[in-house]
Every structure is written in structure tokens, then in C-alpha cells.
T-cell receptor, first 112, second 110 residues
Framework: GAGVSQSPSNKVTEKGKDVELRCDPI?????LYWYRQSLGQGLEFLIY????????KSGLPSDRFSAERTGGSVSTLTIQRTQQEDSAVYLC??????????FGPGTRLTVL | GDSVTQMEGPVTLSEEAFLTINCTYT??????LFWYVQYPGEGLQLLLK?????DKGSNKGFEATYRKETTSFHLEKGSVQVSDSAVYFC?????????FGKGTTLSVSS
């Protein structure tokens, strides 16, 4: 079946603008994760959704970052008032609870 | 807090050479350990995993053994191929998320 998909694949924006990144997890997967991959910091956990439970937001770097998951499926990561240090590849992953995490191809965000 | 340290790259090898990529971890308890691989232009893929001490994960000729006494999970392959060129990430499961090392770039030439 289809894997995790993310859109857009690339996003260039100007400093101060808001951006929305989308993730479509594997059908039936109850858990969804967002990570950020940047040159200086490697791969960092951002946020985790599991079913209808409250999300684990412990990895979000600032209150400019937020995420939601609608209907237990698609998720949107929103970054408000983007800064240059937000430039990174944003990765989404999904899993069936405690199973293997399957990663999407990522969205490369460039903030000018 | 929990953390993963892996050897800095890049690692450059000739085809059929032996590969070792070192990985050590710091964690409370005994988390599951993973190696992920990112081929050029592709997403992260699980390469292998081990869920408890002395477990050996293996896949595609790669192996790693969960060593509790040395808190290590080194990745090895006896004979690398050009197609193994990629970035390799060691990771541990910390609660709900994965904590990754910074990645090691492997370049194999023919």
C-alpha cells in the first residue's frame, strides 16, 4: 500500500510568513510523529499523536510551532512568523501503536 | 536525558571492505535500539533493530548487537557495496519518540 506522504516537498518562504506542512500517514496507523532534520541539530523529535489522546508536544521548540491531526489521520504542522533558523527538512512518520515508525520523504523548508 | 552518540563521518571505503559504525547511548532503563538508513534522495528507512540486551538485529548483511555492559549498538557489515552509500542513523526509543544520533555518511567506491 501507499507509504507516508508529505506535501509540499519543497517550500521557500520569507522570514515572518506562516507556513503549513501536511502529512498523510499510512492508512490505519494510529500514531503520527513529526521530526525536524537540520544540519546543526541532526534529527529532533517535535510532536507525537496517538489516537484520540492529547498530543505529546514536548519537542516543539517554541510557541510559533503547532500541529493538529484531524479525524485521526492527516496532520498539519504550522510554523508562524518563520525565522531563518526554522530552515530544515521536516519529517513525518507513522506507526501502528508501538510498531516500527515509517517515515515520509520530508518537506524541505527554506526561510529567506 | 537520553542521548545517542555515533561516530562522525564521512566514512569512505572501497567495495568489499569491512564496515563498522560506532554507536553508544545513554538512557534510563533498557530502550529498544535501531539503525535507520537514508539513501540519497529517499526517506528514512528502518535497517534493523534490537529490543533487549544481547539481541542481534540483522538485515541486508548488516548486523548490530545490543550491548548493555558497554551501552553500545555498533553497526557492522562484512563486505560493503557501492549501493550501501547512504547516511546511517543510530536511534533509541525514549517513551513515545525516537532519539537519533547525528548520522554517519558512508561513501563506498568501486
Amino acid at each position: 500500500g501507499a507509504g507516508v506522504s508529505q506535501s509540499p516537498s519543497n517550500k521557500v518562504t520569507e522570514k515572518g510568513k506562516d507556513v503549513e506542512l501536511r502529512c498523510d500517514p499510512i492508512s490505519g496507523h494510529t500514531a503520527l510523529y513529526w521530526y525536524r532534520q537540520s544540519l546543526g541539530q541532526g534529527l529532533e523529535f517535535l510532536i507525537y499523536f496517538q489516537g484520540n489522546s492529547a498530543p505529546d508536544k514536548s519537542g516543539l521548540p517554541s510557541d510559533r510551532f503547532s500541529a493538529e491531526r484531524t479525524g485521526g489521520s492527516v496532520s498539519t504542522l504550522t510554523i508562524q512568523r518563520t525565522q531563518q533558523e526554522d530552515s530544515a527538512v521536516y519529517l513525518c512518520a507513522s506507526s501502528s501503536g508501538a510498531g516500527e515508525q515509517f517515515f515520509g520523504p520530508g518537506t524541505r523548508l527554506t526561510v529567506l | 536525558g537520553d542521548s545517542v552518540t555515533q561516530m562522525e563521518g564521512p566514512v569512505t571505503l572501497s567495495e568489499e571492505a569491512f564496515l563498522t559504525i560506532n554507536c553508544t547511548y545513554t538512557a534510563t532503563g533498557y530502550p529498544s535500539l535501531f539503525w535507520y538508513v537514508q539513501y540519497p534522495g529517499e526517506g528514512l528507512q528502518l535497517l534493523l533493530k534490537a529490543t533487549k540486551a544481547d539481541d542481534k538485529g540483522s538485515n541486508k548483511g548488516f548486523e548490530a548487537t545490543y550491548r548493555k555492559e558497554t551501552t553500545s549498538f555498533h553497526l557492522e557489515k562484512g563486505s560493503v557495496q557501492v549501493s550501501d552509500s547512504a547516511v546511517y542513523f543510530c536511534a533509541l526509543e525514549a517513551g513515545t519518540a525516537l532519539i537519533f544520533g547525528k548520522g554517519t555518511t558512508l561513501s563506498v567506491s568501486s
